[in-house]
């Protein structure tokens, strides 16, 4: 049958979780914690699955999520929102970032976005008509990070322009923003008039004191943009698939015409604890870095003997890992050999980015148990 993705073949995220579970190899391939959420979220879920609370929830969301996740970035961002025309609960950050795109995104527009991008933007475009126009990340030679090279991005904008994509912190590379960079961003908003898409799902990742620059923190960035974020990254739950968007009126209302068809209702058990359990528990999101921290640290130590090279992480539970010193070999069959070989998963890079960029990394996921970090250190430390 003709298809409408023609390029697409199953997620790398899939077959490299399938090909762990084959191997019996440890997966820090798919991007998801090897623990539980809060024991008390968990109690909150049984509570409200016994107390009734079964059917569909409101298609914007249940009125005590969003104002939790209103008080939240009125606490954290400085930005006052209004629960009911700014704030809609999602089916994960997939679905909100895929309605937004429809809702913004028409035949013959341009979007783009930073290689090494998330696997989900570019479908979504085409879906709705679109092309993606990929920028690649700069990696600066003074310190070998990740940074958005702001005038490439000006040479990249046309006529046809209608989304930039961003994604920070940034999967696969930990990127972060900086404040200077909201700065730049807004100059260019200033002058063309593009809307944003702001995937924030790894906002309280973020490591050695570096504060989250969310779009939402910038008066010039805020009126265009949509910031989506993930309830599954913080919480330790990736399997519930509840997120949200946040956008100003006119942009929501929009943005729900297509929610409403995409997945018309989110999950309600599961809204009605995560409100109670982020008004009971602020504190989780402010330990959150510090938690991640001590895990990135870990494994980086655990590895820093090996033949691998890197530098740590920014944010993120992703850990980049530069295994030129070991083999020359192409970043996907590498991922394949190491784990049917070595007996760990990792994600190749390449896959993120329309033009390989011709170096030599992987992505490990750090969200693990120590035992877990430990055992496969110790088989990448053998190589
Ligand atoms: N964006 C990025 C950058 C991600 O890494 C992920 C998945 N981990 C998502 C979006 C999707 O989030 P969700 O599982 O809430 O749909
Ligand atoms: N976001 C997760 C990752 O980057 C995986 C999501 C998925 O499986 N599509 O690993």
Redesign the pocket.
């Known amino acids: 049958m003709d298809s409408k993705l023609p390029n697409v073949g199953t997620t790398i995220f899939t077959v490299m979780s399938q090909l762990a579970n084959e191997c019996g190899a440890i997966n820090l391939s798919q991007?998801f914690p090897s623990f539980n959420p809060p024991q008390r979220l968990l109690d909150l879920i049984t509570h409200y699955l016994n107390a009734g609370a079964n059917q569909y929830a409101p298609m914007q969301g249940v009125p005590s999520l969003r104002n939790a996740v209103a008080a939240k970035c009125a606490r954290l961002y400085g930005r006052s929102l209004n629960p009911d025309t700014e704030i809609t609960v999602c089916t994960?950050?997939?679905?909100g970032?895929f309605s937004a795109i429809q809702t913004i995104v028409r035949s013959g527009d341009e979007a783009i976005v930073f290689d090494p991008a998330?696997d989900?933007y570019a479908p979504a475009v085409t879906l709705a008509g679109g092309h993606t126009v990929h920028v690649p990340l700069a990696i600066d030679p003074a310190d070998g990070e990740y940074r958005v090279d702001w005038d490439r991005l000006r040479d990249a904008i046309g006529k046809r322009t209608r989304l930039i994509i961003l994604?920070f912190p940034h999967?696969p590379t930990g990127a972060n923003l900086t404040r200077r960079d909201l700065d730049s961003l807004a100059a260019i908003v200033r002058d063309t008039g593009i809307y944003l898409l702001s995937?924030e799902?790894?906002e309280h990742i973020v490591f050695d004191g570096a504060e989250h620059q969310s779009l939402l923190r910038n008066d010039e960035l805020w009126p265009r943009s949509f910031v989506v974020s993930?309830f599954?990254?913080t919480y330790h739950a990736?399997g519930w698939?509840v997120?949200y968007c946040i956008a100003p009126p006119a942009m929501t209302a929009e943005f729900r015409k297509v929610h409403q068809f995409t997945c018309f209702a989110v999950i309600t058990p599961i809204q009605h604890a995560l409100a109670d359990y982020m008004r009971e528990t602020p504190q989780h999101y402010d330990e959150l870095p510090a938690f991640y921290q001590e895990k990135r640290d870990s494994f980086c130590s655990l590895v820093k003997d090996s033949r691998f090279t890197f530098r740590p992480a920014q944010g993120t539970f992703f850990q980049l890992l530069d295994y030129s010193h070991i083999t020359r070999e192409d970043d996907v069959s590498y991922a394949k050999r190491l784990t049917r070989e070595i007996g760990v998963a990792s994600i190749p890079v390449s896959v993120f980015c329309e033009v390989p960029p011709g170096n030599f990394k992987l992505r490990f996921c750090f969200a693990k148990d120590d035992a877990m970090l430990e055992q496969a250190a110790e088989k990448l430390c053998n190589l």
């Not at 994960?92 to 679905?95: L, N, V």
Request: no cysteine; charged share 20%; proline share 0%.
């Open positions: 991007g994960g950050a997939t679905e970032l998330y989900s994604n999967n995937d799902v790894y993930s599954g990254k990736t698939k997120g």
